[in-house]
Every structure is written in structure tokens, then in C-alpha cells.
């Protein structure tokens, strides 16, 4: 071999291994900046961050894996929407009307409690309009409201003994009708 090809050999395997070596360079550098915005997106704790970017720039590939291995599952972007529906939830329970005897979800224009035959709502004197038991004033009228204690209906007659004996309805103060509660002797 002539000393000019083994220059020429020598030449190309020299502009082979820096390339080599300028791309695995770059590849350490791109995976210590991958680690970073990774676990910054991930936790706020600057020690964290800081062992695992040493961690991956002093074990390139190790360190990488490692890395993979024990960093959070959740992006800090994914706990945060994650405690917004949790909220959301919560206030929209809290929204949700209960009937305070049983406690069973009733709708707002509801009168009586299907489940307890509670009265729920009342009849404003002041204005006619229909005023939740809880209320202290008439959102309509802003008629103070002096409520006794909440009435209850008698109940289906089909579930009486005998459906004819069911009392007949009253009417009461405030001009809604009333069903006597019967007693079982």
C-alpha cells in the first residue's frame, strides 16, 4: 500500500469519527435539554430537577432510561386540569337541590318530595309566587317569610288500604293544599 492511500484512509475514517462524534455530542446535549423541559413541565421542585438532568449528562444513556423510569407520570398541566373537573364536580353537587328531610336530589319547581312527601316550597302571601322553605325573604316580592315547620303530604291514596278512606284535602294559611298525615292504628 502506497503511503498516500493509507493518508487518504486515514483522512476519511478522521472525518468519520468526528461526525460520529459531533452527533453523539449533540445527541447528549439534546437529551440533557429533553430531560429539562421534560421534568420543569412535570414537577416545580428545582432539586428534582436538577439530580435528573446530572443524572442523564453524567449516564447518557443509563441515565436516560433511569430517567424514564422513575419521573412523575403526570405533567403538572395534567394535575391542575385534573383538580379543575374535580372542582367543577364538587360545586355542581353542591348546586344540585336535596330535599332536607331525605335528602334525595328534587328539581327547583318541585312542591312536595317524591320520595318523603316533604313540602319543599311554600306560596308567598305577599305575592303569590312560589318561595323555598330555606329562603328568609321572597326572591320575587322580598316579602319577609314567617314559615312553620315544613308540612307533609299524606301520599299516594293507591297505597292506602283502602283508597276511599283517604282523608279529604285541607286547605291551609297560606292556601296550598294539605293532606292530613294518616296514623296507623
Not at 453524567?58 to 372542582?87: C, H, N, T
Not at 312560589?130 to 308540612?151: F, H, K, M
Request: with cysteine; glycine share 4%; charged share 20%.
Amino acid at each position: 500500500m502506497s503511503a498516500e492511500l493509507v493518508n487518504t484512509i486515514a483522512t476519511i475514517v478522521g472525518i468519520i469519527v468526528a461526525a460520529m462524534g459531533a452527533f453523539l455530542f449533540a445527541f447528549w446535549i439534546a437529551m440533557g435539554i429533553w430531560t429539562f423541559n421534560d421534568i420543569r413541565a412535570r414537577t416545580s421542585d428545582w432539586l428534582a430537577i436538577l439530580l435528573a438532568c446530572v443524572l442523564v449528562l453524567v449516564f447518557p444513556i443509563v441515565g436516560w432510561v433511569l430517567y424514564m423510569l422513575i419521573r412523575p407520570k403526570q405533567s403538572l398541566v395534567d394535575v391542575y386540569d385534573r383538580a379543575l373537573e374535580e372542582e367543577a364536580l364538587l360545586r355542581e353537587i353542591e348546586e344540585t337541590l336535596a330535599c332536607s328531610a331525605c335528602g334525595v336530589p328534587v328539581k327547583e319547581n318541585w312542591v312536595y318530595c317524591p320520595q318523603c312527601h316533604n313540602q319543599l316550597q311554600h306560596t308567598c302571601p305577599s305575592c303569590g309566587n312560589l318561595a323555598r322553605n330555606e329562603w328568609d325573604i321572597c326572591v320575587y316580592c322580598g316579602t319577609s317569610q314567617q314559615v312553620a315547620a315544613p308540612r307533609r303530604f299524606a301520599g299516594n291514596p293507591l297505597r292506602a288500604s283502602n283508597p276511599l278512606e283517604t282523608p279529604p284535602l285541607e286547605e291551609t294559611e297560606d292556601g296550598l293544599p294539605y293532606r292530613p298525615v294518616r296514623v296507623a292504628k
